[in-house]
């Protein structure tokens, strides 16, 4: 069952407001003790293009390969990277930024850990591929898991300004505007009970996020950006609970959840609007970052989701 915000998706004119993205970001995994590792499988559709194979046939039975020189010079080609392009990891709870010169970093393929430990010969689709950093490089980075952003090209596109943990608070529901919500069912707010209204404030923005609960369980939000100044609505959103999402916990709202800090906003990249994001978890999928322009945009975070 898809979750009920693709039904919803979006509300009223922000359906025309976003916009086929102009970055490419990716995650990283933490592979092992001694090295992160990027993939860009996702922009190297290997299983989609049989005459370009990731590994060479006799070792497919390696669950790590290191490209040799043909190999790498085909994937360096069809992801359009040259060697002289920069691998850039941004970790921005800490405000981190390192850099590596793609020449200088081993390109390699590495077995999905959905496949390892299966029985060989592997499929090409069974591999991801990208380069892998030595984490003695990263020290002063944070959890190698999440909050950090990867960009590859040739300039840096992140502001380096620090970003910040939403605060939210508690505020009479009265607040939130009243929208209707344009389910194609017609059932949504009759399935739901309205809970619990946020506030939090950056800027010229004024973050408004209501619950909507069912057996005292909250299984969808609702998000609205109102420019504080003209009182108008940049963006609205609903998050609900479904087969492939789930709903982060609020930052500093239940104690009994966690420190853990899910929703930030701030300046992320350079000649752009303030960003915001985590609101869900995705365990088909990927999280994506949503620019705060006139005309909101979404930025995809590719993440090598195998499900």
């Not at 979006?10 to 916009?19: E, G, M, P, T």
């Not at 969808?220 to 609970?241: C, M």
């Not at 853990?260 to 915001?276: A, D, R, S, Y």
């Not at 994506?288 to 195998?306: A, E, F, G, H, W």
């Amino acid at each position: 069952m898809k979750k009920i915000a693709s039904a919803l998706f979006f509300l009223f004119f922000f359906v025309s407001s976003i916009c086929a993205q102009d970055l490419k970001i990716f995650d990283i995994s933490n592979r092992n003790e001694k090295v992160v590792f990027v993939s860009l499988s996702d922009i190297y559709p290997s299983s989609e293009k049989p005459d370009l194979p990731v590994i060479p046939e006799d070792k497919k039975n390696f669950e790590h390969i290191l490209l040799d020189s043909k190999f790498r010079k085909q994937f360096l080609s069809v992801t359009k990277i040259s060697e002289t392009d920069n691998v850039f990891l941004y970790d921005y709870a800490k405000n981190k930024l390192a850099s590596f010169t793609v020449k200088n970093l081993n390109a390699v393929a590495n077995l999905s850990i959905y496949e390892t430990g299966s029985e060989p010969p592997h499929s090409h689709y069974d591999y991801q591929i990208g380069f892998e950093i030595d984490k003695k490089f990263l020290k002063e980075f944070g959890d190698f898991s999440n909050q950090i952003l990867v960009y590859v090209g040739k300039e840096n596109p992140f502001a380096q300004e620090q970003m910040t943990p939403i605060s939210w608070k508690k505020i009479d529901s009265k607040e939130f505007p009243f929208r209707k919500i344009n389910d194609e069912n017609g059932t949504f707010q009759e399935k739901y009970e309205l809970g619990n209204t946020y506030r939090s404030d950056y800027g010229n923005f004024q973050y408004l996020l209501q619950d909507y609960s069912r057996n005292k369980m909250v299984f969808a939000r609702r998000l609205f950006v109102i420019n504080s100044k003209t009182k108008a609505i940049v963006y609205g959103e609903i998050f609900s609970e479904g087969e492939s999402d789930s709903l982060t916990p609020l930052n500093f709202v239940n104690k009994e959840e966690g420190n853990t800090i899910n929703q930030w906003t701030g300046k992320l990249f350079k000649n752009k609007e303030p960003v915001i994001f985590g609101f869900e978890y995705h365990s088909f999928g990927c999280d994506y970052i949503t620019v705060l322009s006139k005309k909101p945009t979404q930025v995809d975070i590719y993440c090598d989701n195998r499900h």
